[in-house]
């Protein structure tokens, strides 16, 4: 196996300072070698030949395989650049990644701070926490409520921006709080990406995303990564991979490091789009609660561009009854009505269907694509003079 697939190499040149397009379109990427591939295939291995004594890099496909170590290498590029002491994990989906940093941090007995509005199957795993003795707190996103019941917890966990409600915190402030009584800091970063935030430079010790969303961009690949910059702590959830397996396919890592080539192309496009709907959504009377971080009168757009180098593809707004939402949703022409958020093709979705966020019954989560705007913003307008029957 040479450098290219061991990825003991240190790749291609990467310039000091280099902007989002040139770091993405090389993240990861190995030394080139003559007559290899500029990104070498996906290695389809259970086992690697392993005469001896079993010393790594690679032994067996549950613990390490080398399309991962390219795209964890990948990541953490883009979420710490310049950072020696960063590494990523990646895992088969985002909650497995979100699991394993909560699960092998926490014990009987300790405290978690997690968001009371963030991502719908976190109150599943606060229920599970706490089958295991873990005191859950909660708090809302907004205004760093966390701060009230901080004291004396292990773990902060943030998501910011929040998934439905696009709310923001401030990670530098709750990061330092945090710290200086002894709680480590998970940030959720799915939503932001990590071309739209950097956890780790603002204070967190964990940045954790669903890969399965605008990191991949395509729809088609459920991911999840952790990127950490304690050795320890990040040894820990290693092993939490390894005891839990839940481990991404070669197929599922390959396809994500080749999607993160075209990262800063579909975020600035996909976010540009957003703020323009936005801004078109703003005039229109039967939209209320409109959100989009990027908006300037945003309730989190102070706080989101202190932190925030992009705003994201998501824009929420609430249509005045259920099935307005419906007559809306059904009328869009160029968006699938799905939930996810992040790829390419516009979804949308009657949050409130799944029962799991506290939202009113004609609240729309927009995902924006990569179409035209102008095609984009004419569907969604000619969608909501349609609804309104
Ligand atoms: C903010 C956030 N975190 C985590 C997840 C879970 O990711 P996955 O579906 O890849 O397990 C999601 C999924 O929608 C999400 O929106």
Redesign the pocket.
């Known amino acids: 196996m040479n450098d290219a697939t061991t990825g003991a190499g240190h790749g291609p040149a990467r310039p000091d300072g280099a902007g989002d397009g040139t770091r993405a379109v090389r993240a990861g990427l190995p030394e080139p070698v003559k007559h290899e591939p500029t990104l070498p295939g996906p290695v389809f291995a259970a086992h690697f030949h392993l005469p001896g004594d079993p010393t790594g890099p690679y032994t067996y496909g549950r613990d390490e395989n080398p399309t991962w170590t390219l795209l964890e290498r990948a990541i953490v590029e883009l979420e710490a650049p310049g950072r020696e002491d960063a590494e990523a994990l990646v895992f088969a ?4 990644a ?1 699991s394993s940093v909560l699960f092998s941090q926490l014990r009987a007995g300790d405290a978690v701070v997690l968001p009371d509005d ?2 719908q ?1 976190l109150p599943l795993v606060r229920a599970q926490l706490e089958t295991f003795g873990i005191e859950v707190r909660t708090a809302p996103t907004g205004g760093d409520a966390q701060l009230e019941v901080l004291d004396g917890a292990k773990l902060l966990w943030i ?1 910011t921006p929040s ?1 439905p409600g696009l709310d923001v915190c401030d990670v530098r402030r709750l990061a330092e709080a945090a710290h200086a009584q002894g709680a480590l800091v998970a940030v ?1 970063n ?2 932001a990406t990590p071309l739209g935030q950097r956890p780790l430079e603002l204070g967190a010790d964990f940045s954790v995303a ?4 605008q990191l991949t961009g395509h729809g088609d690949v ?3 990564c952790v990127t950490g910059r304690d050795a320890d702590a990040m040894a820990a959830v290693r092993r939490w991979r390894k005891i839990v397996g839940a481990i991404p396919g070669p197929m599922e890592a390959w396809l994500a490091h080749r999607s993160i080539a075209t990262l800063h192309l579909r975020v600035d496009r996909q976010n540009a789009t957003a703020l323009a709907l936005a801004r078109a959504l703003r005039e229109r009377p039967e939209v209320t609660g409109l959100r989009y971080p990027g908006l300037p009168d945003d309730p989190s757009h102070r706080t989101a561009s202190q932190q925030m180098r992009r705003y994201g593809c998501v824009v929420s707004f609430t249509l005045p009854s259920r099935a307005r939402a419906e007559r809306f949703l059904d009328a869009l022409r160029l968006v699938d009505d799905a939930t ?1 958020f992040g790829g390419v093709r516009s979804t949308a979705e009657r949050r409130g269907r799944w029962g799991g966020d506290a939202v009113p019954e004609g609240f729309v989560r927009f995902s924006v694509g990569a179409e035209d705007p102008e095609d984009l913003v004419a569907d969604v307008l000619r969608a909501l003079a349609d609804s309104d029957v």
Do not use: F, V
């Open positions: 989906s985002g909650m497995a979100i963030g991502y199957a998501e998934n959720d799915t939503l669903s890969g399965t969303k459920l991911l999840g996810s």
